[in-house]
């Protein structure tokens, strides 16, 4: 039996459902897993039956023989030593692949904090037996500007538990859920918003987000519709899971108009509760998406495009929700995940 961690040694709350998944997958195979991560992950895990530790002495106990490591930060480069002299082989999950610096730039005052993460990516990878990508567009950008990292990459989805419900819930609302970041496309979406009663469009919004909004929703436009329910909002915390999933099954489509992107975590928690999305035609959304089944393609900035999209998923709402759980099912459960994840296991020497 092998024995492999699932590493975050910097706290997000957006990697717990993964790193579940991700040790489902490995029982499924017949693996042992353990979970090694930051103090604050230990609160999700309590009597769950995953097995958690934040106790670096623990894992010579364990003695893993690899280690899938979930994000990046300064926090992995003692782990990446310490399993370079204990013999644990590492999967490096590379979420964010050098895009270039015209890419780059899109992040505006972000950009620096993300130039310093392409480099210790770099420095990460070039540890790594495996350097796992999500996506033909992450394969590409590395196979262009992150040589080393391409001759490691092997393809394999983001996982997810299967959090499905039948709860029935009135779809109503065109939804801005998770991070409010410029190369979301957050503030298009507000903007839109706003377009959109301008012209006299009839649509419910949602937003639902960790980030405080105070600042962004103090136009009186927006404190007028949310005290007409045009526009419901909660933002400012983390949110529960139940909460999420709400959000999501209260949705007609999702907003994935990004500036830029490798991936997108909302649109596989979309599909997983039957969600359509809105995508620019960018990035990886050209291989995840597909017009008229999961979602439709908008322009960035263009109302009248952003608004037939919308349009056309409420049109078939019903139909696509079924699409979108299928998609999610086949490509983003773990349990489908099993004999790939084996394959890149038996692969490393």
């Given at each position: 039996?092998?024995?492999?961690?699932?590493?975050?040694?910097?706290?997000?709350?957006?990697?717990?459902?993964?790193?579940?998944?991700?040790?489902?997958?490995?029982?499924?195979?017949?693996?042992?897993?353990?979970?090694?991560?930051?103090?604050q992950y230990a609160k999700y895990y309590e009597n769950t039956g995953y097995r958690f530790t934040m106790k670096k002495e623990e894992l010579g106990a364990f003695k893993p023989d690899f280690a899938v490591v979930q994000n990046t930060g300064f926090e992995?480069?003692?782990?990446?030593?310490?399993?370079?002299?204990?013999?644990?082989?590492?999967?490096?999950?590379?979420?964010?692949?050098?895009m270039g610096i015209k890419e780059l730039l899109k992040d505006g005052t972000y950009c620096v904090k993300q130039a310093v993460a392409c480099m210790l990516n770099v420095w990460l990878c070039g540890k790594s037996a495996k350097v796992i990508v999500c996506s033909q567009y992450a394969e590409?950008?590395?196979?262009?500007?992150?040589?080393?990292?391409?001759?490691?990459?092997?393809?394999?989805?983001?996982?997810?538990?299967?959090?499905?419900?039948?709860?029935?819930?009135?779809?109503?609302?065109?939804?801005?859920?998770?991070?409010?970041?410029?190369?979301?496309?957050?503030?298009?979406?507000?903007?839109?918003?706003?377009?959109?009663?301008?012209?006299?469009?009839?649509?419910?919004?949602?937003?639902?987000?960790?980030?405080?909004?105070?600042?962004?929703?103090?136009?009186?436009?927006?404190?007028?519709?949310?005290?007409?329910?045009?526009?419901?909002?909660?933002h400012g915390r983390n949110m529960t899971t139940d909460e999420i999933n709400g959000a999501y099954r209260r949705s007609i489509c999702c907003w994935n108009g990004y500036r830029r992107t490798t991936q997108s975590g909302v649109l596989p928690n979309?599909?997983?509760?039957?969600?359509?999305?809105?995508?620019?035609?960018?990035?990886?959304?050209?291989?995840?998406?597909?017009?008229?089944?999961?979602?439709?393609?908008?322009?960035?900035?263009?109302?009248?495009?952003i608004y037939q999209g919308y349009l056309k998923i409420k049109e078939h709402s019903k139909e696509m929700s079924q699409k979108c759980r299928q998609y999610f099912v086949e490509n983003y459960f773990y349990g489908s995940q099993e004999q790939q994840f084996k394959k890149i296991i038996n692969s490393i020497q």
């Open positions: 039996m092998k024995n492999i961690l699932i590493v975050s040694l910097h706290f997000s709350p957006g990697f717990i459902g993964h790193m579940m998944a991700w040790y489902k997958l490995c029982e499924q195979c017949g693996y042992k897993p353990l979970i090694y991560g930051d103090a992995n480069v003692e782990f990446f030593r310490w399993s370079e002299n204990n013999g644990c082989k590492i999967l490096y999950i590379l979420h964010e692949p050098y590409d950008n590395c196979r262009r500007y992150m040589k080393s990292a391409y001759k490691k990459a092997v393809r394999f989805p983001l996982l997810f538990m299967d959090e499905y419900s039948e709860q029935g819930e009135e779809r109503k609302y065109f939804s801005l859920i998770g991070t409010y970041a410029t190369p979301k496309g957050s503030d298009l979406f507000l903007k839109f918003i706003k377009d959109s009663v301008s012209k006299g469009y009839d649509i419910n919004f949602q937003i639902a987000t960790r980030t405080n909004l105070e600042e962004q929703l103090k136009d009186e436009l927006f404190q007028k519709m949310i005290a007409e329910g045009k526009l419901i909002v909660q979309a599909y997983m509760l039957g969600t359509p999305v809105l995508a620019t035609k960018l990035g990886s959304f050209v291989e995840f998406v597909t017009p008229g089944q999961t979602g439709e393609f908008i322009d960035n900035e263009d109302c009248e495009s």
